[in-house]
């Protein structure tokens, strides 16, 4: 019985997050990004600037405001090229994924995700951001065809009443 209850907890959840649109992706607040750019700023080494950088970059892709999540989009594909160590690359994938993904430009999200789980398979972050992006087509999708059946319902009942009132 508690088994049962268990799987229609979670199914419930799951038709819960499907249509309130709820991601498991964490959102960063204006102060975090702020701190970020004061650490870049004082940054001395290179090897403290790339650092500092990175994480400036997941805040700016995490935040709320679209304009710091295009700024992280535009950092992270201008230094994608120069990377070289492999899971260097696979946290910048990943961050320009969420970046996308938070732009809503879900298409360019998989294809970097994608990308991300060539170098590395299981990292379940990546999967995780998989299918939370495929979740999202999906419900996309499903409502998109909801609003097209509506839409043709409405002009078959229209044409119907037409030709009705015309006998």
Known sequence: MA??????????????????????????????VAACEREVAE?????SMKECLLRLSWA??????????????AMLEASLPGTTDPLLQRERLYL???????SGDYSRSRDLVDRCLLIAPDWRQAVTLKKIIEDKI????????????????????????????KK
């Open 3 to 32: 088994k049962l209850e268990a799987k229609l907890g979670m199914m419930i959840d799951s038709i819960g997050n499907f249509f309130s649109g709820r991601d498991q992706l964490p959102w960063c607040d204006p102060d975090i």
């Open 60 to 73: 700016l892709v995490h935040s709320r405001r679209p304009e710091d999540a295009q700024r992280g989009i």
């Open 43 to 47: 940054a001395g080494s290179d090897d």
């Open 138 to 165: 999906t419900k996309d999708g499903v409502i998109g065809l909801g609003i097209a059946a509506t839409a043709v319902g409405l002009v078959a009942g229209g044409i119907a009443a037409a030709v009705s009132r």
């Open 96 to 102: 320009l994924a969420v970046g996308y993904y938070r």
